[in-house]
């Protein structure tokens, strides 16, 4: 099971090193990880995605909240979060595929971005699980490039972090 940690810091050169750091010193692998100021340019939300498998996390989020540039860390878990990740995705098409193409978007949500007389680019923002499957429905189509963000997340309801 994957955990999902929140982190809003102060937007400095060197935070995400050294916030990445502590997860390296541990030997503890980062699944995913986004970056992206906030509403107040001096604050950056960091979404961190790790592996749940360990106690590593605990203590992790205790050395995070040690570090002065930290303000606010939390965890969030599934039922309490909104989560997305956004993909770009490009496959081969041609006048034969381009109407199957068309369909699995239209179907997925997913948007064209750009065309060209040999391939589609597409982009979709879902749940990761969603936009697994939606390249699963494209490997038939040959895929050309795949650039995926990392999941950002919020949590659910009123209020501030």
Known sequence: MKQTISVLV????????????LFSRRAFNIDSLAVGVTDDPSVSRITIIVDNG???????????????????V?????????????????VSANSRTRGDIM???NIC????????????SIELSDTPDRVN???ELMRPFNILEVARTGMIALQKGGGKM
Request: aromatic fraction near 2%; glycine fraction near 4%; include cysteine.
């Open 54 to 72: 360990n106690s590593v996390v605990e203590q992790v989020e205790k050395q995070l909240n040690k570090l002065v540039e930290v303000i606010k």
């Open 133 to 135: 499957t939606f390249e």
């Open 109 to 120: 949500g997913a948007k064209v971005a750009d065309l060209s007389p040999t391939s589609i």
């Open 74 to 90: 939390r965890t969030l878990d599934e039922t309490s979060m909104i989560g997305r990740e956004l993909m770009i995705l490009k």
């Open 10 to 21: 102060e937007n400095q050169a060197g935070v995400l090193n050294r916030i990445t750091s």
């Open 103 to 105: 369909t699995i978007c």
